[in-house]
């Protein structure tokens, strides 16, 4: 965090940009989301060549790793991957920009993208390049298993939304504390977020702000099915970040109402034939 008198706005990410601040955030000893895709994988038979897409510190390629599988991690934060490297060796690691990616030479089983990354996507055009992208380097029937918000959870319920949430922990001797508070706008269909970092150690609050698409759990099929894909499992719960969390052995809903939705989609053999109206 810069030191400067006022409060600033930055570009940068205080967690993504210090991934060993971001495990100390968000620490996650039992690898809850790399045994639940790792469950997903398993069930549904994926081959072992498995793209980690958005992998961050690489917590959970590693666990694929660790399961037996031929992992290679993806993000576009040169920071997440040079720490994924060192502290959780074993999957290849490359840079790639989710929204629209290319993998020459290169062919997976499975496309795993956790933690709401797929919603990084903004835009339909985003969403259809992240598509486009998985469906070029995915083998014919083969996975994506998907982890994210569900944009229906917002349809009449504020509780998420009524007051800025405050949250604290303490890393080498500095405690940090956020204030975060979201909005959802309703034109760019997009959950919106601010968040404010402040810092024991005399440096100024930062402000950051991101987003994440909303995506109604009929909308994800039919954009799915429009790229060539079979949902075969959507709900939302149990799950890695639902309460209470997911366990081995815990059977998949059938809702699709409360807070997180979890995906499982199958690749086809060609993509569908578009359908056009007469006039």
Do not use: I, K
Not at 18 to 26: I, Q, T, V
Not at 109 to 138: I, K, M, P, Q
Not at 161 to 183: E, M, Q
């Amino acid at each position: 965090m810069t030191r400067h008198g006022n409060s600033q706005s930055s570009a940068a990410n205080l967690l993504t940009d210090n991934p060993e601040l971001y495990e100390a955030r968000f620490p996650d000893p039992e690898r809850l989301a790399g045994h639940w895709a790792e469950d997903c994988l398993s069930r549904y038979g994926a081959g072992p060549r498995v793209l980690d897409l958005g992998c961050g510190t690489g917590r959970d390629a590693a666990h694929l790793h660790r399961a037996g599988r031929t992992v290679t991690g993806a993000d576009l934060s040169e920071a997440m991957l040079a720490y994924a490297r060192t502290e959780h060796p074993g999957p290849e690691y490359l840079r790639a920009d989710l929204r629209q990616f290319t993998l020459p030479g290169r062919e997976f089983d499975a496309v795993v993208c956790l933690d709401s990354a797929l919603l990084y996507c903004h835009t339909n055009a985003e969403l259809d390049g992240f598509l486009s992208s998985v469906r070029t380097c995915l083998a014919p029937g083969g996975l994506l298993v998907a982890e994210l918000r569900n944009g229906a959870f917002f349809l009449g319920r504020t509780e998420l939304l009524d007051a800025p949430r405050v949250n604290g922990f303490t890393w080498r001797g500095t405690t940090y504390r956020s204030t975060t508070t979201l909005y959802v706008d309703r034109t760019a269909q997009l959950l919106r977020r601010t968040r404010v970092w402040t810092a024991d150690d005399g440096s100024a609050p930062v402000e950051q702000r991101s987003a994440w698409r909303l995506l109604l759990p009929q909308e994800l099929r039919y954009v799915l099915a429009a790229n060539g894909f079979e949902v075969l499992a959507l709900y939302d719960g149990p799950g890695p970040r639902t309460e209470p969390p997911w366990r081995a052995g815990d059977p998949e809903g059938t809702a699709t109402d409360a807070d997180r939705l979890h995906l499982v989609a199958r690749l086809g053999r060609q993509l569908p034939t578009p359908v056009r109206t007469p006039r």
